[in-house]
């Protein structure tokens, strides 16, 4: 009788592979997060740090960086679920400039609406009214509003830049060429 060579279970092998897989894509999808959350809030930072400065030149006390990392991981998540769901992929095809502010855009739009929504969920649970809930984003005046949608905007658009840019190139190129030493030749 002949010994016959063990067959690999090709339904195991696959289950195994795509054990591996999901958890790189797990892995990476926790990557993007931490790296997104940390620019978000270093810009976050930055603004809270330069109103807290101004308030400081008149008199008022202001120091709200622990907000600045709730809100940096909250709008992360925003972020991704939004990239999951291919939001703003409309113009890829055109030079990088478009689907850069396209993606800024869509996605300040985005972000500006969940926001809404998750401050009329914390007044009702709060007992406040819709109104009320909404009436201090931003500082609560139609300047301060403004000014925090632009900064906003400015924040995502290098970005966006970033992330187009690495879809061209590839991104652990674009990260190697941005993090790297170079060599002189």
């Known amino acids: 009788m002949m010994?016959?060579?063990p067959q690999p279970d090709t339904a195991s092998e696959s289950a195994g592979e795509s054990k591996a897989?999901?958890?790189e894509k797990i892995s990476e999808e926790l990557i993007e997060f931490a790296i997104l959350t940390v620019y978000?809030?270093?810009c976050f930072a930055a603004v809270i740090f330069f109103k807290a400065a101004v308030l400081q030149a008149q008199g008022i006390a202001y120091d709200h960086l622990g907000l600045a990392i709730i809100k940096a991981a909250l709008c992360a998540k925003f972020m991704l679920v939004g990239r999951a769901a291919h939001i703003?992929?409309?113009f890829r095809n055109l030079p990088l400039i478009v689907p850069t502010l396209h993606k800024s855009f869509v996605f300040?739009?985005?972000l500006v609406v969940l926001t809404l929504i998750?401050?009329?969920v914390v007044g009702a649970i709060h007992g406040e009214s819709i109104m009320h809930s909404i009436s201090g984003i931003a500082g609560g005046t139609l300047y301060q509003f403004v000014a925090t949608i632009l900064i906003i905007f400015l924040v995502l658009t290098p970005y966006f830049a970033f992330r187009s840019l690495g879809q061209i190139v590839g991104d652990k190129i674009l990260v190697r060429l941005?993090?790297?030493r170079r060599h002189s030749d």
Do not use: D
């Open 178 to 180: 941005f993090f790297e």
């Open 88 to 90: 703003g992929e409309r």
């Open 21 to 23: 897989s999901f958890r």
């Open 108 to 110: 300040l739009l985005l």
């Open 118 to 120: 998750e401050e009329i």
């Open 40 to 42: 978000l809030y270093i």
């Open 3 to 5: 010994a016959r060579s």
